[in-house]
């Protein structure tokens, strides 16, 4: 081997060392200015019962027909924005109409054969966001036999 290869050698060596020697500082990285993330919050809401509800009740009788077609026109609800709300009329001789709409207004009617007697009617909405539901809203209306009698909610 000559003085030459023994140099080349030499140096090689030295630049190797020199490399795993620096490396790791070229890595090496720091944060100089501090933050914070900025707060979040994380709340519940609650599904609750209408209240305030207005409206009207109409009941019908014709021939062997006899029912009820109820008007609400207005509630209040402190619910989630974005509640749905399903209103449903349901007679105590068992037929009922539901009808579910963003809408706080409209009108569901039910009708069954006339058993030529007073009727009682159940009025109810309740609040709907995704798969929840909340408490109902509730309200007794009666049809007398055989009259077209009408009230509030």
């Not at 140096?11 to 020697?21: F, K, M, Q, R």
């Not at 058993?115 to 009666?142: C, E, F, H, M, Q």
Request: proline share 4%.
């Amino acid at each position: 081997m000559t003085s030459l290869d023994l140099s080349r050698r030499a140096a090689t060596v030295l630049l190797v060392a020199a490399l795993v020697v620096l490396t790791p500082g070229l890595a090496l990285a720091r944060f100089s200015a501090s933050s914070s993330a900025p707060a979040q919050s994380v709340g519940t809401a609650v599904l609750v019962a209408p209240t305030s509800v207005t409206g009207t009740y109409q009941c019908t009788s014709s021939g062997n027909t006899e029912g009820v077609s109820v008007t609400v026109s207005g509630f209040t609800d402190t619910g989630p924005a974005g509640s749905s709300y399903a209103v449903t009329v349901t007679s105590e001789d068992g037929p009922s109409n539901s009808s579910t709409s963003t809408a706080h207004t409209r009108t569901v009617a039910v009708s069954q054969t006339n058993d030529k007697a007073s009727t009682k009617y159940t009025v109810s909405i309740r609040s709907v966001y995704s798969n929840w539901t909340g408490p109902l809203w509730s309200k007794v209306v009666s049809c007398t036999k055989g009259s077209t009698n009408s009230g509030s909610l």
